[in-house]
């Protein structure tokens, strides 16, 4: 497990996206995870529906079943889930910000809750799919985000973890300059391999039905990002000074170690599918 040289909390997590709430929805929209193309025509913005609809699909989604969005950002994906496969969701985000700009976009069937997941208060088995999207990476306790979902998912249940991933065999120049500062600057208070992820998984009490590393189909996120940012510094007057006056800048220098992390493959990211096993 990777561990920043500054610890990381829920507060910082929380500070994190309040305060760069405008950076964020300018440079990549109401869905803050990366996109995943299939063919390389697609938009950035087509892409990232791409990304909810291969987790939709690996969740076997059924009409009217009451699913859970762990770190559901703004709710775009908790919405267009809603929208397209006619569940009911209900997400939880720790910034106040992004519970905001939910609650002045409601849609049917999706309740937004500014709440810590590790303390989400879901009676047990009371959820039939979950998924998180990029929030695994936030929690402070990793075991507790996979125990958390195994107790309120109904037996039968499934869970899909979208999650950045540290190589395998990433060590030295790697872990010092790319990990390590991608998880400081990041707020990610760790960041697992896809095996320590695995053995999480299976400690909680899942089984694990797949596993996609699609790494190169989601890459390209950053260099969009990259390009974006830099044109909003260039013509947005208030989001310059933001940018230059947060006290989450150094996040910023994120972006060129996400490009060059995916370019050497230090970095991983993956899609798991666990289930919740009936019992026999």
Known sequence: MIVPDISQDAAAVADHYDE????????????VHHGLWATGRETAEEAVEALVDAVADRLNLE???ESVDIGCGYGATARRLAQT??????????????????????????DIQVRDWLFNGLPDASAGAAWAIESSEHMVDKPGFFAEAHRVLAPGGRLVVCAWLAGTDARGWKVRHLLAPICREGRLPSMGTREEYEAMALAAGFAVRDYEDVSRRVARTWVICAARLMKALLVDPKIRRLALGARNRDSFWSIPRMILAYRTGTMRYGIFTLAKVKPA
Not at 21 to 31: A, E, M, N, S, T
Not at 89 to 102: H, I, W
């Open 20 to 31: 760069l709430d405008p950076i964020y929805r300018q440079v990549w929209g109401d869905h």
């Open 63 to 65: 009409p009217g079943q």
């Open 85 to 110: 496969r006619k569940v009911c969701v209900t997400g939880f985000t720790l910034s106040a910000e992004q519970g905001t700009y939910a609650a002045a976009h409601p849609a049917p069937g999706v």
